[in-house]
C-alpha cells in the first residue's frame, strides 16, 4: 500500500507562485511514476502533469506548459509541482496520484487518471484575480 499526502496549497494572486508536494509512503513508494490532477468546481478531474520513477521523462497539459514544473526527490520520496504565473482559472483541489506499477509510462497511461492506483486527499489552490 501507498500513502500520498499533498501540501502547499493556498490562496494566491493571479502572476504569483505555489509549489506543492507530494509526500510518498509506504511499500516502493518511490518506484512510482506519478501525476498530478486536479479539479474545479463544477468540472471533471483533468490532468495536470506526470513523471517517470526517475523523473527523466514528463508529460504537461497543454495548458500549463510553460508556466508548471515536476520534480521529484526519490530521497526523500516526495513529487513537487511548482506553479508560476498561476491563473484564476488554476483554481482547483489538485491531486496526485501514483501510475500503475506495471504500466509504461507513456503519454496514454500518464494522462489517464484510470491507470493511476494510489491518490491524496488533495489540496486547494485559489488564485484570485
Known amino acids: 500500500q501507498v500513502q500520498l499526502v499533498e501540501s502547499g496549497g493556498g490562496l494566491v494572486q493571479a502572476g504569483g507562485s505555489l509549489r506543492l508536494s507530494c509526500a510518498v509512503s509506504?511499500?516502493?513508494?518511490?518506484?512510482?511514476?506519478m501525476g498530478w490532477f486536479r479539479q474545479a468546481p463544477g468540472k471533471e478531474r483533468e490532468f495536470v502533469a506526470a513523471?517517470?520513477?526517475?523523473?527523466?521523462?514528463?508529460y504537461y497539459a497543454d495548458f500549463v506548459k510553460g508556466r508548471f514544473t515536476v520534480s521529484r526527490d526519490n530521497a526523500k520520496n516526495t513529487v513537487f509541482l511548482q506553479m508560476n504565473s498561476l491563473r484564476p482559472e488554476d483554481t482547483a483541489v489538485y491531486y496526485c496520484?501514483?501510475?500503475?506499477?506495471?504500466?509504461?509510462?507513456?503519454?496514454?497511461?500518464?494522462?489517464?487518471?484510470?491507470?493511476?492506483?494510489?491518490w491524496g486527499q488533495g489540496t486547494q489552490v485559489t488564485v484570485s484575480s
Open positions: 509506504g511499500r516502493t513508494g518511490t518506484t512510482y511514476a
Open positions: 496520484a501514483a501510475l500503475g506499477p506495471t504500466l509504461p509510462f507513456t503519454l496514454a497511461t500518464a494522462t489517464n487518471q484510470y491507470e493511476y492506483v494510489f
Open positions: 513523471l517517470s520513477w526517475n523523473g527523466a521523462d514528463t
